[in-house]
């Protein structure tokens, strides 16, 4: 039997010690909070004015009332005080919204309130005829310590009704009198709070600017916007044609690097292990005699001409991203100038990037397991802070998943205490938590697996994961049909359909999404070899001039789409992404709605860009605020009018005239004389 | 745009602090560690030897090789280390076990490996044929490093391994001698920990002794034992007859509270608000003239009677449990000694439990919120501390949730600091949340709702809560078909049917179960009204002699029950329980194995006390490690035998007869000649 091994262990019994008072006397116990990432070790993130709906059970032993508050305020400010509604199963929920960008915290208080508990244990007696005198008595004492609490007029209130309550009268009216609802009322905003339990620590928001959520994105090369053939683009030949791009709808125009590039190892046109005389090179091999990550290519022009770029930019209501890409050529100053920041071999040579047995000699990666660690985080921080000082305000980081998660915690927060309006987009395709990481330490957007989610299953699927997960409090989307680096089986092989319906699949499904152009417009897919995902005379190793005239292009359909996007709230928040069904699985349904109210959008997309899919719609009706009476769902992409009814609805999509329907729900107006009475 | 609003706050850019050396490089994280409670607030719960299966999610930047470990030691000793092992998508398993009773704690680290990650890449070059002899001199480093940190023989094999690597021979050769594997295991061993990740504090695991997984309850009350009729029975007489309750099986036999009960407003027999000269009081009424919680009712015996009793039941191979029952008569010296810890009312008077508008003047509820508390504390402590110097290790709680979490979180912690082998029941018929918080702060077993779920459907949801979710690694479940203050209706129209299958299904769902008898072997059903739970003359109220040799007793078949559950692993575990399905909703099918393997009872149940059920029973053959062949199916409740096959067989059970089968499996040994031979 176990007790009498146990026994020979026991230990001589010393006074135990007790809680620091009065830790054993706070009866309530707040538990299970949500929203909240890892037990608060990461904040969530909302942009500026947005609500926080917060989950939480709370009770105390026994049966006295418990109340629970949530609190919340700009990190550093005063606190905000919301009352919580309890739920079902000891379960309470309360809403707050954040003001302007920056940190913002918010924690639960929750105690035993004995006032509240006298009044309904007064109640009860009253209404069981029990004589209550001692009760008064007990109340009036609650009050008088609460008016102890108050000030001005609520002070005198409370002690008022404490005199009334063991006043002269009967007993049935000073009852009456304390039931009233004034009692509970003044004396609830003067609770004792000495027992109360909150959290441990506060939990916290990122509170990013709108950009964050609603952004869409357009990738260029400035080298090859030239209006001369043969000669090298410029940034300020970007900001000369800006109008394209604004007038495709855009509101964000990205650049990879715009630094020198490495001459030592650079590759050729279609990644050429040698280069030809004359070959450009990667924008991603970084650095050469004339600068590093803080220099402007000097064919491309100067930190002047990307000022003027960002200024031309905001003019026209864009702004420029620039690309952090955190590698160097060989020939960068960092490589002469600290060594140690690279992995030296034996032979006295720097560790070029590998992937066994391939190399990579044109790139170096940094070290960052050196000793001079603090050094180098210092110098990338002075990168970045540079370009913001020259107007760049949002940074598309190039493989930061092979980068340490503590460096990116770390920049991300110096940088955004000092520039609180800064945004980051992680371009981390990679395995899903190291994704999921990178969001939770503060990315303000992340690339995702989009580009090769391609039927209404895996769209349904991965859709409603980052939107309806606790992935949503922290991950933001950004879904790109194609990049520089990747063009999809599916569009190589898709044609026109094929980029139209991924175009209206990225604008509509998530709030944020960008194409890499004018090669997406102009639906390029021709790539370098069978199975691979590049692109044949890819952008990355030589300038590509383009006729964005071409009759071929798609210009009209992305300029439609964004013009959607730009007009309907329903489609700058993924909070209210919705699936519904259709009796066809090529063909996928959903809407978004403004969650301030009213808009509303319903998606119908053929997923098979080869052939038309006809079906019925599966409508949830109650998801797009309808009920039985007709609608007219209005395609701002093709022009038609439909008059629908109930769930179930026909829908036929040829992809070779158009694969999907972009639906603006109009509903019937009081004046029903006329088909186009909707709003 | 929100750019412009938000320039104005910036602020001036400092230098921004850095992480302290060397969390800055610290590459690998660790997310998401499996089992935890409430992200380690509350510990996990085993019993001695178990084993505690570890998941988590780790991985680091890049494309290195990570390692985890996990860890753990009885707290205070020597860390046991275990290597994790990588599933799928960055999630890594490892399972330790524990040692003896007390508390133990387990964490986790993880780290980029570069010696494995070289072998790694080395091994790649080498089979696409690419010169490695620079890698092998980077390959000699790392080793040099881990002989470094290695001893004695394993120290001099890496410096030769080493010497070899960069030494002279054919670099084909010293490669294939790097990649023989014993360099990998040896360097295993002597890992650079220098920037290893670890939690940032250790999870807890409470041991306690077996009976905390595995107890058979039975609830007496002793001053109904005299073997005289019209006396008062007392702790003596129980221990004349503890052979009746050792030949039933149980190995727990709980008292209600043994202390002198008081006489003002003593409760009569039924609850009558006023006691009739001679009745005796309810047991929970605690405290008079002659003492409190530390004294034994005179009529029951003295603190030497029950140190008799306790060393007689060990003797018989159970023990006893004492109620605590923190709540006093008007006449508890308590009251006297220190009235604040009651709570007074205007007039002077104490305040009485009440719940309005019903009253309970009989007792005093403590105030756990008095100034004094830590005296009271103290107090309490001293009760229980006094009662285990008697030789009691298991106390059973009455009414824990109407007393403060913190309060129990520290008795029980104390308590088990000095005598790690004390378990506590937790009467905590409430809410979920609050039955799971004390749960989770320390109580060893709780009472469940087991007593109300009736149905298959009931009856699945509720256990596959209790053992399938989180909930299994801290919650105990002890479950009761009746209690001095339970009758359930069940029990009171379902008649002996219903009595047998609640025994069956206590004793089989669960491995800790109890009943309150002899009122429960006996069947008695009669509640004192229509729609109440309690029982007729009731014995919380009076003295209930009761003929133990009626024949309609079922004490025949809760030998059974627990003749089965002392011989059979699998009934000592909640870990393995599995529903099987039937396709008649009234046949309740269940099995459970050892878990170290073979024994495995498989349960039928027709949870209708009214009608015979038959049907076909749907079993998960691989559940029960059954395969196509035939098995034998042995009802150790009836003892017919019965030769089954595949997953549908026949089960037709008249509650009349016996509404249950407790069958062993079986399987057919390798003499297969006689239908016997099943082992």
Redesign the interface.
């Known amino acids: 039997?176990?007790?009498k091994?146990?026994?020979t262990?026991?230990?001589?019994?010393?006074?135990?010690?007790?809680?620091p008072?009065p830790?054993?006397?706070?009866?309530a116990?707040i538990?299970?909070v949500q929203p909240q990432i890892?037990?608060g070790r990461f904040p969530i993130c909302r942009v500026?004015g947005e609500g926080v709906t917060v989950r939480a059970?709370a009770?105390g032993?026994?049966?006295d009332v418990v109340r629970v508050q949530l609190l919340d305020r700009p990190a550093g400010g005063r606190w905000s005080v919301t009352e919580m509604t309890p739920l079902v199963?000891?379960a309470w929920t309360g809403e707050f919204r954040v003001g302007?960008?920056?940190e913002h915290e918010y924690t639960l208080r929750a105690w035993v309130d004995h006032f509240a508990t006298w009044l309904r244990?007064l109640g009860?007696?009253v209404?069981?005829g029990?004589d209550v005198s001692?009760e008064l008595?007990?109340g009036a004492?609650l009050l008088r310590d609460a008016a102890d609490r108050a000030d001005g007029t609520d002070r005198d209130v409370l002690t008022a009704l404490a005199k009334g309550l063991d006043g002269p009268g009967p007993a049935e009216e000073r009852a009456a009198a304390a039931l009233d609802g004034t009692a509970a009322a003044v004396a609830s905003r003067y609770p004792d709070l000495s027992?109360a339990t909150e959290l441990d620590r506060p939990l916290r928001v990122r509170v990013d600017?709108?950009?964050a959520r609603f952004s869409s994105w357009y990738e260029l090369f400035p080298r090859s916007w030239s209006p001369t053939e043969g000669a090298h683009g410029t940034l300020a030949d970007v900001a000369d044609q800006l109008d394209y791009v604004a007038g495709l709808g855009f509101n964000v125009v990205y650049l990879p690097p715009i630094h020198p590039i490495g001459a030592s190892h650079r590759k050729g046109r279609n990644n050429a292990v040698e280069a030809e005389p004359g070959d450009e090179g990667s924008p991603w091999a970084i650095g050469a005699a004339d600068g590093g990550h803080d220099a402007v290519h000097a064919s491309l022009g100067t930190r002047e001409d990307l000022r003027a770029l960002c200024d031309a930019a905001?003019g026209k209501?864009m702004?420029i991203a620039l690309d952090l890409a955190l590698q160097c050529s060989p020939d960068h100053p960092w490589v002469t100038e600290h060594p140690d920041w690279f992995i030296q071999?034996?032979?006295g040579?720097i560790q070029y990037a590998?992937?066994?047995?391939k190399k990579y000699q044109d790139i170096y990666p940094i070290n960052?397991?050196t000793d001079d660690?603090?050094a180098l985080?210092?110098a990338i921080?002075a990168v970045v802070?540079g370009w913001i000082g020259d107007g760049v305000?949002i940074f598309r980081v190039d493989n930061p998943?092979?980068?340490?998660?503590?460096?990116w915690e770390?920049l991300i927060r110096?940088v955004q205490?000092?520039?609180?309006?800064v945004l980051f987009l992680a371009e981390a395709f990679t395995?899903?938590?190291?994704m999921k990481?990178l969001a939770k330490l503060g990315f303000s957007q992340s690339y995702t697996y989009f580009a090769w989610r391609n039927t209404r299953y895996e769209l349904t699927e991965y859709f409603t994961e980052l939107t309806r997960t606790e992935q949503h409090e922290y991950f933001r989307p950004n879904v790109w049909p194609n990049t520089p680096d990747i063009l999809t089986e599916h569009l190589q092989h898709g044609g026109r359909p094929a980029f139209i319906s991924r175009a209206v699949l990225a604008g509509t499904l998530a709030a944020s999404y960008g194409i890499y152009g004018p090669a997406f417009e102009l639906c390029e897919g021709a790539a370098r070899e069978h199975g691979s995902e590049e692109y044949l005379d890819s952008e990355k190793y030589e300038i590509r001039r383009r006729d964005r005239d071409d009759p071929r292009s798609i210009a009209w359909l992305i300029r439609r789409v964004n013009e959607a996007r730009n007009t309907h709230p329903a489609l700058q928040t993924n909070a209210t992404l919705r699936f519904h069904g259709s009796d066809n699985d090529r063909l996928l349904v959903y809407s978004k709605t403004d969650p301030a109210g009213g808009d509303t959008v319903l998606c119908v997309v053929n997923v098979d860009p080869y052939n038309t899919a006809a079906g019925w719609t599966h409508l949830d009706l109650g998801a797009l605020g309808l009920g039985d009476e007709p609608f007219q769902v209005h395609d701002v992409l093709g022009g038609a009018r439909y008059l629908w009814q109930g769930p179930y609805n026909y829908v036929e999509l040829d992809p070779h005239v158009l694969p999907a329907h972009l639906f603006v729900i109009r509903h019937r107006a009081r004046t029903e004389n006329d088909f186009d009475y909707y709003l």
């Open positions: 039997m176990s007790t091994a146990t026994s262990r026991r230990r001589k019994a010393a006074a135990p010690a007790l809680p008072d830790d054993g006397r706070r009866r116990v538990e299970a890892d037990g500026e059970d009770f032993d026994g049966h199963n000891d302007g960008v920056g244990g009860k007696k209404d069981a029990v001692l008595r007990e004492l027992l600017r709108e950009r905001r209501g702004e071999r034996p032979d040579s590998e992937n066994p047995p960052f397991e660690w603090q985080w210092r921080h802070v305000r998943h092979t980068k340490p998660f503590a460096f770390w110096v205490e000092a520039h609180p309006d395995r899903p938590k190291v990481r």
